[in-house]
């Protein structure tokens, strides 16, 4: 049974560009968490989704950000116009729906803003 | 406000000795605490749960207590090896917010 899937593992954008994260999770699971990790710094929840449905976006920026899990294919989170701020390491997470306590953690994906 | 506290110093021991790693919070009433592990450039791999009903956890040589009085989980990892150096998170999960708050981790080196 394969991890959670996470692409690219690397990604470089100038400034202004778009980052577009994907994240396939483990096979049987259809819940969904985003979390930002700055260097030296813990991971900071951004987003939890379910199929079609985002749950809660507290964690989120209000401008720039935006997240999907559609029915089909992975989850993405998008990153608009992106600041050098963005640069850090984006994990994605996932969960069975009867134990959504244990997260599944990805390899991440290291955004780097030139 | 609320907070998660780890030891922000690497914890530096011996091979074979008892590593001994803490997890304070404050305005949190956690259902489950978490113990993750993370090596570098790599994503935290699930190792504890422990319940709010649960004094001990035991797996392996990892032991976890939880004092919901204290505010406070313990992270043992006995008979340490070199192997044993990485990152460890702990991180609450607050049921109704399906999400996890993470500290920012502990640094801790076995050398042989």
């Known amino acids: 049974n394969a991890g959670v899937m996470q692409n690219p593992r690397h990604l470089v954008r100038r400034r202004g560009q778009e980052a577009r994260l994907r994240c396939s999770p483990m096979?049987?699971?259809?819940?969904v968490y985003w979390y930002r990790q700055l260097p030296e710094e813990g991971l900071k929840f951004m987003v939890y989704?379910?199929?079609?449905?985002?749950?809660?976006e507290s964690g989120m920026p209000k401008e720039r950000f935006s997240a999907e899990f559609p029915k089909e294919g992975p989850s993405i989170l998008r990153i608009q116009q992106v600041v050098r701020g963005d640069s850090a390491a984006y994990f994605c997470?996932?969960?069975?729906?009867?134990?959504?306590?244990?997260?599944?953690f990805g390899p991440g994906t290291r955004l780097l803003v030139l | 406000s609320q907070k998660i506290e780890q030891n922000s110093e690497a914890l530096n021991i011996q091979e074979g000795k008892t590593a001994t790693l803490t997890c304070n919070y404050t305005?949190?009433?956690?259902?489950?605490l978490q113990w993750y592990r993370q090596d570098p450039g790599r994503g935290p791999v699930f190792l504890l749960l422990i319940r709010e009903n649960e004094k001990e956890k035991r797996k392996e040589r990892l032991k976890v207590t939880f004092d919901t009085t204290l505010k406070q989980s313990l992270f043992h990892i006995t008979a340490s090896q070199p192997a044993d150096s990485a990152t460890y998170l702990c991180a609450l999960f607050s049921g109704g917010y399906n999400k996890l708050i993470f500290g920012a981790g502990t640094r801790l080196a076995v050398h042989p």
């Open positions: 997470a996932s969960s069975p729906p009867t134990a959504q306590e244990t997260q599944y």
């Open positions: 096979k049987g699971h259809s819940h």
């Open positions: 305005n949190y009433s956690p259902a489950y």
């Open positions: 989704l379910q199929k079609e449905n985002i749950i809660d």
